[in-house]
């Protein structure tokens, strides 16, 4: 039996790897499922922990971009047969989840069973553990839900042992995919604040894509919502001013 550690680099995966080391318990392989899309703050993290943990991180990715799927796939069946591009994923049709990271892991992982796959899940947000039937030759655990650690308590755990992603977890609650559309707009405004080479290249995407960024707004609308707060405030509102960002 194999124990493998699903590892997204995000606080309470990271917590929950840290802890198995502490406790001793039995690690075979780590594994990263790579986007391609996250924030260039979360790959130098992933770094500092397989320094800090001196083992080494297994690093899968699809062949295929987050910006193919979007743009050039072309469906094979179904009433939209022939339509080419995703577009932007939205609650109901969330494709990038299973395109570029369930589908990819479970093809890197269909040759290693029999396995546990260790999964961070905090414990007050079981409503995320996914319902699947279980498999003989796969079994799930949720060590931070069996040991009672919270988001809170994942996080402060890594600050303690000298993670801080680079202040990522400061301007967003999920420090996942950078251009996800179901961000809260309070997320979104930190990303066009303090991040502009992103969001430029967020602009070209949405200006790309058959539908808009969000049902609500596109991604021009949104830099006008959030230019206009901008000017009913004090530049020293913010920690960071947005023409410093840029010269960065």
């Not at 990271?14 to 690690?27: C, G």
């Not at 890594?158 to 609650?173: A, I, Q, S, T, V």
């Not at 049902?215 to 000017?231: H, I, T």
């Amino acid at each position: 039996m194999k124990h493998i550690v699903s590892f997204s680099g995000g606080k309470d995966s990271t917590a929950m790897l840290l802890m198995m080391i502490e406790k001793d318990m039995p690690i075979d392989e780590i594994i990263f499922c790579d986007t391609g899309m996250e924030f260039p703050a979360m790959h130098r993290h992933i770094n500092r922990v397989e320094k800090y943990i001196d083992r080494e991180i297994t690093r899968i990715k699809s062949k295929k971009t987050f910006e193919y799927f979007m743009f050039d796939y072309v469906k094979k069946k179904g009433k939209n047969k022939g339509k080419k591009g995703r577009g932007w994923p939205d609650s109901k049709i969330r494709w990038c989840t299973g395109a570029l990271k369930t589908d990819i892991s479970q093809q890197y992982l269909a040759n290693k069973k029999p396995y546990t796959l260790y999964i961070g899940i905090a414990a007050d947000e079981q409503k995320r553990i996914l319902k699947k039937k279980e498999k003989k030759d796969i079994f799930r655990r949720y060590p931070l839900i069996e040991w009672g650690i919270t988001e809170r308590q994942a996080l402060q755990y890594c600050y303690d042992r000298g993670f801080d992603w680079e202040g990522l977890y400061k301007l967003f609650d999920r420090v996942s995919c950078w251009c996800c559309p179901l961000q809260p707009l309070r997320e979104l405004e930190n990303l066009y604040l303090y991040f502009p080479d992103l969001w430029e290249r967020l602009k070209e995407m949405d200006k790309r894509a058959f539908n808009q960024f969000r049902a609500d707004y596109s991604v021009e609308q949104l830099e006008q919502r959030f230019e206009k707060k901008l000017k009913n405030y004090s530049v020293s509102f913010f920690p960071i001013k947005r023409k410093e960002a840029e010269k960065k």
